[in-house]
């Protein structure tokens, strides 16, 4: 076993995905703060002696993906760096019901405080990494995207779960990419004038990196974009992705054919088990789901102190 402070400091199996202000070590505290109070864990503390030492294990009560390892030990360094922590799986390992995959000994007290926030992480984390699992095997060859559907609050995270399961980012934010989207469309007067007002703003702001994503409707709507990269008045080619928003498999192929690699397409909307892999056969290149980190359930696992 190792001290969790030790491990908490090592390279993540699966690292998060980065950000320029999101904090984990920040989100974990507050989530320590708000069990605590400004008290403390008061049914450890008047029943459970400082002195007393303990194991506990985590227990999988239902099969699925494992994510939140590594946030599990940066948890438990927080709450106490002493205790020592033995995994038997890690970040994205298949976990079966019934299966023992983590043991930690040190304070019993330490231990408890740290119990629920560290279930509620992994609980949720590994929901997220289940569902992203069994969507991307059968979205393959295209790549499962999940979107900005998340807790508020928990953006890093969930979208960590979502690499962990196996899937790949949307954008993080407002921040990092342009996504052109029916509002946008509708308040600049059309695709054209949204795209070249995009270009310039990025242009004149030396965003030259971030990418622009077009959504489209309709077969029209895709006709469009692929005639502004046709236009030889179009300078700059900072368009690199095209969203199919809530289309037919047969307009999505046709979409891929006429796009003809010169742009990712992006295939969104009506995503779900049951139509992601016909939707991943169509040649899109991505496949973007909200459910993936909205609509997830929990992975039931409980952390038992033995006697």
């Not at 994503?213 to 690199?240: G, Q, W, Y």
Request: proline share 4%; glycine share 8%; charged share 25%.
């Amino acid at each position: 076993m190792e001290r969790c402070a030790d491990l908490a400091s090592k390279p993540a199996r699966v690292a998060p995905p980065p950000h320029p202000t999101y904090s984990i070590p920040a989100v974990i505290r507050a989530a320590l703060e708000e069990d605590v109070g400004d008290v403390g864990d008061v049914s450890s503390l008047s029943t459970i002696p400082a002195t007393t030492r303990s194991t506990a294990t985590l227990l999988a009560k239902a099969s699925g993906i494992l994510a939140g390892e590594h946030l599990s030990n940066a948890v438990l360094a927080e709450v106490d760096p002493e205790l020592r922590v033995e995994w038997m799986k890690r970040d994205g390992d298949a976990i079966e019901r019934g299966d023992v995959f983590m043991r930690v000994e040190g304070s019993a007290r330490s231990i408890l405080r740290a119990e629920r926030v560290v279930l509620n992480f992994m609980q949720r984390m590994s929901g997220i990494a289940t569902m992203t699992r069994a969507y991307a095997e059968k979205a393959a060859p295209a790549t499962m995207l999940e979107t900005r559907k998340t807790v508020p609050g928990l953006r890093v995270i969930d979208k960590w779960a979502v690499l962990i399961g196996g899937g790949k980012n949307h954008r993080i934010g407002l921040f990092d990419m342009v996504m052109i989207k029916d509002n946008h469309i509708a308040a600049a007067g059309g695709i054209a004038a949204a795209v070249s007002a995009c270009e310039a703003y990025l242009a004149e702001n030396g965003l030259d990196n971030v990418k622009i994503e077009v959504e489209a409707r309709t077969m029209d709507e895709v006709k469009t974009v692929i005639a502004l990269l046709d236009d030889p008045n179009v300078v700059t080619k900072s368009v690199t992705r095209l969203m199919l928003d809530n289309m037919s498999i047969a307009d999505m192929k046709t979409a891929v054919g006429l796009v003809d690699g010169r742009l990712d397409t992006e295939a969104s909307g009506n995503v779900t088990l049951d139509t992601v892999g016909e939707i991943g056969q169509t040649g899109v290149t991505f496949i973007s789901s909200g459910a993936l980190t909205h609509s997830v359930t929990a992975l039931d696992i409980s952390l038992n102190i033995d006697v």
